[in-house]
């Protein structure tokens, strides 16, 4: 099997690259291990890798680099492999479980390939979520703290919280219209945020649906009640949520909107379209009992 590694070494912990190079060489001998440069250049390799004919593109790193290299094979013939190297790694998570590195290298070299819906906010792709709301908010200013980690998150997302003010959302979706003021609205490809806080338990990779959550804006003791049931795939109490799912949505709100694609912050005016794309990305799926 041809394989290029794209590895983001400055995702997770710092001077590690050394020691992840040395355990992909023990496992995939032959294999081609490529660092990412600056931003977009996972994409730019995956494409090169496909050109190529490569069989396979394991990237390393968490959600931003997985997203960035699926762009470059999405419609293609050349899988997504995973090795999780971030914080959250919540779409690492939806497709296996959290093994150690040389575990995960062993459960790939007898991975099945999988084919996958991915999710399109604006015509860009997303893996795993996309997200109007708090927790746009929340990606915006954790892209400008400077620290990265799951502390920072969460210290930015506790401060958040108290002060976010939420906007009177119009969306359209499959001949249906409403009008949201909620604390988040996540369109769902895959059920987690990351380290098993799960916002979609329904959601599936292989449905050709997104799910639709609507996190209404209650109050924060109903809120921090509620936190723990999001680490189970047990009903929400309180109504927090409710979710529909959807081909095609469409959320529009006079001004700037702030949303995110996998984590990942971006803003648009007016007007946001969501939409599925089904079965478009081939995903490696790691055989950890060969």
Known sequence: MTIRFILNPISGKKNDTDFFVRRIRAHFEQAQICLTQAPGHATQLAQEAVAQGAEAVIAIGGDGTLNETARGLVGSQTALGVVPKGSGNGFAREIGPMRSLDRTLKALKYARPLLCDVGR?????????????????????????????????????????????????????????????????????????????????????????????????????????ATPYFFTNRPKPFHITTTYTTKHAVVSYEGEILYHIDGEPRKTKDRLEISTQPKALRVLIANYEA
């Open 121 to 225: 906010a604006n015509g860009e792709l997303f893996l795993n979520l996309a997200g109007v709301g708090i927790e746009a908010d929340i990606a915006w200013k954790f892209k400008d703290y400077g620290k990265r980690g799951m502390l920072p998150y969460f210290k930015i997302g506790a401060q958040t919280v108290f002060s976010y003010q939420p906007k009177e959302l119009h969306v359209t979706f499959d001949n249906h219209h409403a009008i949201f003021s909620p604390l988040t609205l996540v369109f769902a490809n895959g059920k987690q945020y990351g380290n098993n806080f799960k916002i979609a338990p329904q959601a599936s990779l292989q449905d050709g649906l997104l799910d639709m959550v609507v996190v209404q804006n209650a109050p924060k003791w109903k809120l921090a009640l």
